[in-house]
C-alpha cells in the first residue's frame, strides 16, 4: 500500500508539474476564466489524461477510474475557473501578494485533489 501511493504521488507531482508548467500556451491560459472558450476545458482534460498513469497504478476497476477522472476534470476546471476570475477581478498581477496567493491556494486545492484521488483509488 505504500509502494503504491508513493508512486502515484510521483505520477500526479511529474504528471502536474508537465500539464500546469509546461503545456501552457497563452490560448489555454487565457481561456480558463471563460467557460465559452476551450483553454480551460483543454487544460483540465491534459490533467485527467496525465493522471491516468498514477489511477491504473492502483489497479481499480475500470468504471473506479471514469468516475475519478470525471471527478477530477471537474474539480480541476473549478479550481482553474475560480482562480482566473478572482485574478481578473482582483487585476492582481504576478508583482502582487493577491497574485501569489491566488496561485498559492490554487496549487493547493490541486494537491489536496491528488490526495483524495490516491485515497479513493486505494480505499
Do not use: N
Given at each position: 500500500?505504500?509502494?503504491?501511493?508513493?508512486?502515484?504521488?510521483?505520477?500526479?507531482?511529474?504528471?502536474?508539474?508537465?500539464?500546469?508548467?509546461?503545456?501552457?500556451?497563452?490560448?489555454?491560459?487565457?481561456?480558463?476564466?471563460?467557460?465559452?472558450?476551450?483553454?480551460?476545458?483543454?487544460?483540465?482534460?491534459?490533467?485527467?489524461?496525465?493522471?491516468l498513469p498514477a489511477l491504473l497504478t492502483a489497479d481499480p476497476r475500470p468504471l473506479v477510474i471514469a468516475a475519478l477522472i470525471i471527478a477530477e476534470f471537474v474539480v480541476h476546471y473549478l479550481i482553474d475557473f475560480t482562480?482566473?476570475?478572482?485574478?481578473?477581478?482582483?487585476?492582481?498581477g504576478p508583482d502582487t501578494a493577491t497574485y501569489?496567493?491566488?496561485?498559492?491556494?490554487?496549487?493547493?486545492?490541486h494537491q489536496l485533489t491528488y490526495a483524495a484521488l490516491i485515497f479513493l483509488a486505494l480505499a
Open positions: 500500500m505504500v509502494t503504491a501511493t508513493v508512486v502515484m504521488l510521483i505520477c500526479f507531482q511529474l504528471e502536474h508539474f508537465v500539464a500546469d508548467y509546461l503545456l501552457q500556451p497563452k490560448w489555454v491560459l487565457r481561456g480558463k476564466g471563460d467557460v465559452r472558450r476551450s483553454g480551460g476545458y483543454v487544460h483540465a482534460g491534459l490533467h485527467c489524461v496525465g493522471s482562480k482566473a476570475d478572482l485574478s481578473v477581478r482582483s487585476q492582481a501569489w496567493a491566488l496561485h498559492s491556494v490554487d496549487q493547493l486545492l
